[in-house]
């Protein structure tokens, strides 16, 4: 046998108020999305874990490829990703690139949710 619901009053202002002054705009919301996207690989969220807890704060490409079981190329492929997106800076030193963990830019995206 059917369920009958009621039917809803059309009042929309009941239902449909307008966004908080609080939240993101769309302009707002683009680099911290980026941000996400970036840290939606698990490969990429361990690569900063590790740069964050190695000695000194940075760590080299080739310290990286082992303990996340890649191959250099795919390490470099993601930490390429993570730079572009902020959330890591690179520099070259003959013939290593060196990473560090931009705490600011994870901190950002943080409080943009907290609002």
């Known amino acids: 046998m059917p369920t009958f619901l009621p039917l809803l009053s059309n009042d929309a202002d009941a239902c449909c108020s307008t966004a908080p002054a609080s939240a993101l705009t769309a302009e707002e919301a683009d680099p911290i999305a980026r941000t996400f996207k ?3 690989d698990p490969a990429r969220v361990r690569l900063l874990s590790l ?5 000194g704060g940075e ?4 310290d990286l ?3 996340v079981g890649l191959s250099q190329p ?3 492929h993601h930490m390429k990703l ?3 997106a902020g959330l890591a800076t690179r520099e070259q030193r003959g013939k290593w690139a060196y990473y560090r963990v931009v705490t600011d830019a994870l901190d950002r995206a943080v ?3 907290r609002a």
Do not use: F, K, N, Y
């Open 38 to 40: 970036a840290l939606g």
């Open 74 to 76: 795919t390490v470099s």
């Open 59 to 62: 760590a080299c490409i080739c």
């Open 82 to 84: 993570l730079v572009d």
């Open 51 to 55: 740069i964050a807890a190695s000695d």
């Open 111 to 113: 409080s943009a949710l």
């Open 65 to 67: 490829t082992e303990p």
